[in-house]
């Protein structure tokens, strides 16, 4: 056995988190050292924190991720987001080495649907299309037809004939608003995202009440009630890109507050105001997203662990609905 990996052996058995950290590290060179030497690349979702937005390679919303994941040619893939995005990546990906920082950082809307209980109720509706949203595991990809993003949700849907009924899950709000606008009359999961539940429309009222000028742009993840009000919905890439483009200059944001940063960094003379959740806290922050920080970051590159592995039964089936939503997806330039 090498000394290297006893070493990485050592740090398992200790606990990984628990690996003490030279304070005098300055861990953005470290971070860029690792990338070169060990041909990595760094895929970091929107909700991260400032810092590890800052050292990624690509930043992305789900698609924009699944996308850049199919096409890389790194050697190791580090995913700063959560379980199901370091999942798909693998699944586009079986023979590349993919590292998340935490393996605790899950999704609760992925958790809103237990494979076992998905099952059945797909059972109870044999003659309809699956079409799952792709905040879900990878057991749930595999009782799927075609994945969606909450940037193509509405082309992929109306890529099915009108003629075939369709499942939407996980996500029962996301599925409301796709079908209100494309008219289609969809079976829903009743799954929901904890991030986008917990807005607070009487918090919200209140600051445009006293921000009168300001647009409420709203991810579609969110109730009714909220994106009724909304300005502007859409995924975090197209918030973001609505923000660019709006001559307005002051938004109320209704998603994860980690867009926020990407969005001043494009529009420093702008505004953004994250809308409040239900409780004391001043912004909505994704506890899960969050686990990921600068440190575990460092000792996920530095030491190639904790690995995401799917099981050799779930590849095939799972990876099947993905290649077909990004087929679509390319065909409507998405």
């Not at 590292?99 to 999704?107: E, N, Q, S, T």
């Not at 075609?146 to 099915?160: A, R």
């Amino acid at each position: 056995m090498s000394v290297e990996q006893t070493k990485i052996d050592e740090v398992m058995q200790k606990g990984f988190f628990d690996t003490p950290i030279d304070p005098t590290l300055a861990l953005f060179k470290e971070i860029e050292n690792l990338k070169k030497e060990k041909n990595v690349i760094l895929l970091a979702h929107y909700y991260q924190n400032d810092d590890i937005q800052d050292v990624a390679d690509y930043i992305g919303d789900s698609l924009g991720l699944a996308q850049q994941a199919e096409t890389t040619d790194a050697d190791i893939i580090v995913f700063a987001g959560v379980h199901f995005m370091a999942e798909t990546a693998k699944l586009l990906n079986p023979k590349k080495k993919v590292l998340l920082p935490d393996l605790k950082a899950g999704c609760s809307l992925a958790d809103s649907c237990p494979p076992d209980e998905f099952k059945a109720f797909k059972e109870k509706h044999p003659d309809h299309v699956v079409i799952s949203y792709i905040n879900c595991t990878a057991e749930i990809k595999a009782l799927t037809d075609i994945i969606c993003t909450s940037t193509n949700s509405l082309k992929i849907v109306e890529s099915v004939p009108k003629e075939k009924k369709i499942i939407f899950a996980p996500d029962k709000n996301l599925g409301a608003y796709v079908m209100k606008k494309t008219g289609r009359d969809m079976v829903l999961w009743d799954g929901t995202c904890m991030v986008h539940e917990i807005f607070s429309l009487e918090k919200m009222l209140e600051i445009k009440e006293q921000n009168p000028s300001a647009e409420i742009i709203a991810h579609p993840e969110c109730e009714a009630a909220i994106l009724d009000i909304a300005d502007f919905i859409g995924s975090t890439t197209g918030l973001l890109n609505y923000t660019k483009e709006s001559p307005k200059d002051i938004f109320i944001v209704v998603t994860e507050a980690g867009i926020i940063h990407q969005m001043e960094l494009a529009s420093p003379n702008k505004t953004f105001i994250p809308a409040p959740p239900e409780n004391t806290c001043a912004c909505n922050d994704c506890p899960h997203m969050k686990l990921n920080t600068l440190e575990k970051l460092y000792l996920c590159m530095k030491y190639e662990v904790p690995e995401v592995t799917i099981p050799e039964r779930l590849q095939e089936a799972a990876l099947k609905p993905l290649r077909k939503m990004l087929e679509i997806s390319a065909k409507h330039g998405l």
